[in-house]
Nanobody
Framework: QVQLVESGGGLVQPGGSLRLSCAASGFSLGDFGIGWFRQAPGKEREGLSCIASSGGTFNYEDSVKGRFTVSRDNAKNTVYLQMNSLKPEDTAVYYC??????????????????WGQGTQVTVSS
């Protein structure tokens, strides 16, 4: 059974850091592009970044550039999103998604084949 599970969310103070994990089961993440998305209440889903099967990374959202970094550990079948200098406006449910195309990444979530259930990130003092 193909499954993606996010973890690592929680409550953090402004300026703090979190590392989200996206663990896969039922398939090898190394063969997929993995994207990170978020959705805040009342807002549309945003594509943040993606790491391709080649290891190349793409950053789509200007507001997180320089603060969020995506990486992967194929041995652990896990992709990470390191989030630094967090701001209240980063509060959202964060999702990872997998696209079954070699070397490809997309900002558009409709291109992705599998989704995790999401993890809540709340940035507040």
């Amino acid at each position: 059974q193909v499954q993606l599970v996010e973890s690592g969310g929680g409550l953090v103070q402004p300026g703090g850091s979190l590392r989200l994990s996206c663990a896969a089961s039922g398939f090898s993440l190394g063969d997929f592009g993995i994207g990170w998305f978020r959705q805040a209440p009342g807002k549309e889903r945003e594509g943040l970044s993606c790491i391709a099967s080649s290891g190349g990374t793409f950053n789509y959202e200007d507001s997180v550039k320089g603060r969020f970094t995506v990486s992967r550990d194929n041995a652990k079948n896990t992709v990470y999103l390191q989030m630094n200098s967090l701001k209240p406006e980063d509060t959202a449910v964060y999702y990872c998604a997998a696209v079954r195309r070699q070397y490809m990444c997309y900002r558009d979530g409709t291109e992705y084949d599998y989704w995790g259930q999401g993890t809540q990130v709340t940035v507040s003092s």
